[in-house]
């Protein structure tokens, strides 16, 4: 049961550079969500996607663009990284409108450095 | 807006022993649900329970449980019999239904710390 599976696992980038980070999920599941986490906090909503074709942006969606180009797929781009961008970034996936009461589920998470 | 906290930054228990980690929330939905995860050092986010706001018990997973104060808009987890595997960190989080998504809002986390 591979779940939701995140690529790369980690990843050192210098200011400026781009880069993708991609959420698989074969849950079939409808809403797909990225989250970022910083040392000592909680995770925070950067973008969301309640189906194919469709994003919106969470709490902080700043310097991130995302695509949902495939149900099972949900990719989080860096168009120019910066040092605050500093973060472990999680994927995680869930049922559509009727199932309010069901768990997200997450991936194992990708560490990113920017350098 | 919603907001979810956890006052507790660090707690430590003796192996065997309950533990209760402190969660409280704001909300002016009726509707709405609140679950807990656990992080261990690993890193992952492992579900542990759920409770809906209408929900008549407390919710209730093996060792674990919800000690659910609506009106004081309190959802503390218990812990009966801690094992070492416990110390991890462990997030509140509420999700909000009127919003498109089933978006959650994550409370800062309390750092469980087991003793043996």
């Known amino acids: 049961n591979a779940g939701v599976t995140q690529t790369p696992k980690f990843r050192v980038l210098k200011t400026g550079q781009s880069m993708t980070l991609l959420c698989a999920q074969d849950?079939?599941?409808?809403?797909m969500y990225w989250y970022r986490q910083d040392p000592g906090m909680g995770l925070r909503l950067i973008h969301y996607?309640?189906?194919?074709?469709?994003?919106a942006k969470g709490e902080v969606p700043d310097g991130y663009n995302v695509s949902r180009l495939k149900k099972q797929n949900f990719l989080l781009g860096l168009e120019s990284a910066a040092p605050s961008q500093t973060s472990v970034y999680f994927c995680?996936?869930?049922?559509?409108?009727?199932?309010?009461?069901?768990?997200?589920?997450f991936g194992d998470g990708t560490r990113l450095s920017i350098l | 807006a919603q907001k979810i906290t956890q006052t507790q930054p660090g707690m430590f228990v003796q192996e065997k022993e309950a533990v209760t980690l402190d969660c409280t929330y704001d909300?002016?939905?009726?509707?709405?649900?609140l679950f807990w995860y656990k992080q261990p050092s690993s890193g992952e986010m492992i579900f542990l329970i759920y409770?809906?706001?209408?929900?008549?018990q407390n919710a209730t997973e093996g060792r674990y449980s919800l000690n659910f104060q609506k009106a004081r808009k309190s959802a503390n987890l218990v812990i009966s019999a801690s094992q070492l595997g416990d110390s991890a960190m462990y997030f509140c989080?509420?999700?909000?239904?009127?919003?498109?998504?089933?978006?959650?809002?994550f409370g800062g986390g309390t750092r469980l710390m087991v003793k043996p």
């Open positions: 995680a996936s869930s049922y559509g409108a009727d199932g309010g009461n069901q768990p997200q589920h």
């Open positions: 849950m079939n599941h409808e809403y």
């Open positions: 996607s309640v189906g194919e074709g469709t994003t």
């Open positions: 909300t002016s939905d009726p509707s709405y649900g």
């Open positions: 409770q809906g706001s209408y929900d008549q």
């Open positions: 989080a509420m999700r909000d239904p009127y919003n498109a998504g089933n978006m959650l809002t």
